[in-house]
């Protein structure tokens, strides 16, 4: 819509589906981190722990023959703040899928409810 973009990202666990969101500029460097904050939203509604998580940044690159996802998130516990990065495989051209696959690669051993 105009110069703004808004995201939307599904997640489900068992039954339970839940639906984040981000908002920003439609620039293509942003995309990926509109696509990781609103996963990070939809995290959030499954596990309020997800609340201490933060995106750092998120961008696809290409690793030898394969494009790869990588993001970090910084995990928030005053005084601390924890950066973690995560990855995963671009497949079929499914940039946006892979950079979701990347949060919940980094977020996955810190959020034990998930």
Excluded: K, M
Excluded at 1 to 6: P, V
Excluded at 17 to 28: K, L, N, P, Q, R
Excluded at 51 to 62: M, P, T, Y
Excluded at 72 to 97: K, M, N, W, Y
């Amino acid at each position: 819509s105009g110069l703004r973009s808004l995201v939307r990202v599904t997640l489900r666990r068992g039954e339970v589906e839940t639906v984040g969101f981000s908002e920003g500029s439609i620039a293509s460097t942003a995309r990926h981190r509109l696509v990781a904050t609103a996963a990070v939203d939809a995290l959030r509604q499954l596990d309020p722990a997800a609340e201490c998580i933060d995106v750092e940044s998120a961008q696809v690159v290409r690793v030898g023959a394969h494009d790869v996802a990588i993001v970090t998130v910084v995990f928030v516990r005053p005084p601390l703040e924890q950066l973690i990065s995560g990855s995963a495989i671009v497949r079929r051209h499914a940039d946006t899928d892979a950079v979701v696959r990347a949060i919940l690669d980094a977020t996955n051993r810190r959020l034990p409810s998930l």
